[in-house]
């Protein structure tokens, strides 16, 4: 199941969003679980680290970008979209260009592989609810939403705040403050 979900979760952000080259999916999911489990041994081996990940995604994006400028194509893909996009006159920068697509792929991947492992685990343990959409099929687009509500693909999230004090959920918050969700 975890391969599975793991291939899927790349698979879907890398060919139906970004539209990278088939043949990188395997390593944008390498670069990916390096970069945020870089301390699992499984997905980080010896000699490898996470800003390198990192480094290697950013170095990708910004040769896809480079690539679609050179060969727009349809102009259709979300890689040409964007880096043919203004607003108010200001193009993205190639810094925010590719820190947007790295964090679409690891974010991508990450909660689509735990909503997929989430809703396996659900469908096992409710097998009533299991054989009710192996009957009626129609189900499924509600069962899908139903899944990321509860199963919430993203367990930890932690915000800096970075601009002058404020108050949230009744808290109290300084620019060096980090909190977590």
Request: charged share 20%; glycine share 8%; net charge negative.
């Amino acid at each position: 199941m975890a391969v599975v979900a793991l291939r899927a979760g790349v698979t879907v952000t890398d060919t139906e969003i970004i539209e990278s080259a088939p043949g990188d999916h395997d390593q944008i999911l390498r670069w990916s679980n390096q970069s945020v489990a870089g301390t699992d041994a499984e997905y980080c081996p010896p000699g490898s680290s996470i800003l390198g990940a990192a480094a290697a995604m950013l170095g990708y994006f910004g040769e896809l970008r480079d690539s679609r400028a050179r060969d727009p194509g349809d102009q259709e893909d979300l890689v040409s979209l964007l880096a043919g996009a203004s607003v108010d006159g200001h193009r993205l920068s190639d810094l925010r260009f590719r820190m947007f697509l790295f964090l679409l792929a690891v974010a991508g991947s990450e909660t689509t592989r735990s909503a997929i492992s989430h809703g396996v685990l659900a469908l096992h343990e409710h097998p009533g609810q299991w054989r009710e959409l192996r009957r009626d099929p129609g189900l499924i687009p509600a069962a899908v939403e139903e899944i990321l509500r509860w199963s919430s693909p993203v367990l930890y999230f932690r915000r800096n705040a970075r601009t002058a004090s404020c108050a949230f959920s009744s808290r109290n918050s300084s620019a060096a403050t980090r909190t977590s969700r």
